[in-house]
């Protein structure tokens, strides 16, 4: 699939499907359900009137261990299984491993579809094998009428919209803006998947107890799935979900275990020393490169600032055998030291070939001997994650022999360029197409042949303990100097009172000693008249 079927990202727009086209492609619609006969009833009649073509869609009913057993009503072309294991994704399981269609469409049993929504779901399945199609719920109020009626929204309305998918919907330009969640649209009440993605993802994890929806949903978008909300999809959901009703103790609940098993989820993942079961990246080392470099490489790797991380070691680990009367001249001593220093490392695991879990978001490709520093991983990922990339090559050496490099791939975008690729074609440049590609200097982002040890937890913690000491040193040394300037700027305070004050008085000083000059200039000239007009009449006498 080339040119205008190769989505960007999730910017989904490329595809633009065709508003009349041939229908061919076939689909199961899953139902599973616990009581409720009356909203089964409703949501079969609604079913029965899909503008989509009959003959190509098939509706599998899966009885959860209802008590009264539920029926079928007359003329229906669903069929009906029982599924005794309780719970929703087994219930949903029991109707996938039934399913033939080309797409699988999850409904719940109180969802009741508008006429033309299975058809607005498959426009879009056409245009693409890797969609994930989820319509418009509105939740009603109404009360349940006997018989379905033909308008659906006089019958309904008013209804709430579901809120939450909305807002993600208005605040992503409709997902198209590449967000880092878009699998939260993949809940079950009204949701279509390529069957081939759930092939590629697998089933719902019955293990979970909340939030199977959202699992899988993970699991779609790392075998490359695109996430579609469509609006001309519309159904009435009857009533409020369980979660509109209890909302922080389920989410309660379903974060418990879905930490465990969505990566993405960073907030529920700030334990600086936790283990989950799919770790945020594998690291990929060739194990038979050396015990030195092998070490140098994995320690690095596991002191590092992201411990989120599994190492993968690949090496003939099943054949080896250890020679135990001369150990020293074992032609397989390397990869003897190698298995014996990581046998019980629970974040290191030995493996035949370079085999990771598909759920794994991001995988590092490491040569032995090359070894990060403490925060190299972390800034590649950061890289990735903001610009959106499938790949981060990153040179570490360049020579007349070839070039040395790792390699930071996306999981999710080497799944979706599989999908895409002509046979033969370049898989690099696929995912450059769909997701994006970069080289760095390994340089820059700290690789080095020559590790410093790494300083280990406690030394970590002694380093932070004096990190801390010092800054409150520090802080301490700051309220003394802001005492100061306080001080300071009261004693300049007063001593500009002072001046003001002084120079108030230099002014009355040099007032008065006007003053008195004046009194003084006007004596001298008093005093000289007097004198003269005395001379004058002694000179006349």
Request: aromatic share 6%; glycine share 8%; with cysteine.
């Amino acid at each position: 699939m080339t040119g205008r079927g190769r989505v960007r990202g999730n910017d989904y727009r490329v595809l633009a499907p065709e508003e009349h086209f041939t229908p061919r492609l076939t689909v199961s619609v899953v139902i599973p359900a616990y009581g409720g006969q009356d909203k089964l009833d409703l949501v079969l009649a609604a079913l029965a009137r899909q503008t989509y073509p009959a003959g190509l869609t098939e509706i599998i009913v899966v009885d959860n261990g209802s008590s009264p057993p539920l029926r079928l009503p007359a003329g229906t072309a669903a069929r009906l299984v029982v599924c005794e294991r309780p719970g929703r994704a087994s219930a949903r399981n029991a109707g996938l491993a039934l399913a033939t269609g080309d797409v699988v469409h999850w409904l719940d049993s109180d969802v009741v579809l508008t006429p033309g929504a299975v058809e607005a779901h498959m426009r879009w399945h056409h245009a693409a094998p890797y969609l994930v199609v989820t319509g418009y719920l509105r939740f009603t109020g109404a009360p349940l009428p006997a018989v379905l009626p033909d308008d659906l929204e006089a019958a309904f309305e008013p209804a709430e919209p579901h809120a939450w998918i909305v807002d993600l919907v208005e605040r992503t330009d409709g997902l198209t803006d590449n967000p880092q969640r878009p699998f939260s649209l993949h809940v079950g009440g009204a949701t279509s998947v390529s069957a081939r993605l759930i092939e590629a993802a697998g089933p719902m994890d019955e293990d979970l107890i909340l939030g199977q929806d959202t699992e899988l949903g993970y699991r779609l978008a790392q075998a490359g799935a695109v996430f579609v909300p469509e609006p001309a999809a519309r159904a009435y959901h009857l009533g409020p979900t369980m979660r509109m009703r209890d909302k922080q103790p389920i989410d309660r609940v379903s974060h418990a275990f879905v930490a465990d098993r969505i990566p993405a989820y960073r907030w529920l993942r700030g334990h600086p020393g936790r283990q989950w079961k799919v770790p945020y990246v594998t690291v990929v080392v060739d194990g038979t490169r050396g015990y030195d470099d092998v070490r140098a490489s994995v320690d690095a790797v596991l002191a590092g600032t992201v411990p989120d991380v599994s190492v993968l070691l690949t090496g003939p680990w099943s054949a080896l055998d250890r020679d135990r009367r001369a150990p020293l001249q074992d032609p397989d001593l390397e990869p003897v030291l190698v298995h014996g220093h990581y046998l019980h490392e629970g974040r290191v695991r030995l493996a035949e070939k370079a085999e990771v879990d598909p759920a794994v978001p991001f995988v590092l490709h490491l040569p032995a001997g090359w070894a990060p520093a403490e925060d190299t991983l972390a800034r590649l990922l950061d890289l990735a994650r903001d610009d959106g990339l499938g790949l981060v090559n990153v040179l570490l050496h360049e020579s007349a022999d070839g070039v040395v490099a790792a390699r930071l791939e996306r999981t999710s975008a080497f799944a979706r360029a599989r999908i895409v690729a002509a046979p033969g074609e370049d898989l690099d440049d696929v995912v450059d197409e769909v997701s994006g590609v970069a080289w760095v200097e390994g340089e820059t982002y700290g690789f080095t042949t020559e590790p410093a040890a790494p300083q280990g937890r406690r030394g970590a913690y002694r380093a932070r303990e004096e990190a801390q000491a010092e800054a409150a040193r520090l802080a301490k040394e700051v309220e003394r100097l802001r005492g100061q300037v306080t001080k300071w700027r009261e004693e300049a305070g007063r001593w500009r009172k002072s001046t003001v004050e002084l120079r108030r008085e230099v002014g009355t000083l040099r007032r008065q000693l006007t003053a008195v000059t004046r009194a003084q200039q006007g004596l001298r000239t008093l005093v000289s008249t007097t004198m003269r007009r005395a001379l004058r009449k002694r000179l006349r006498g």
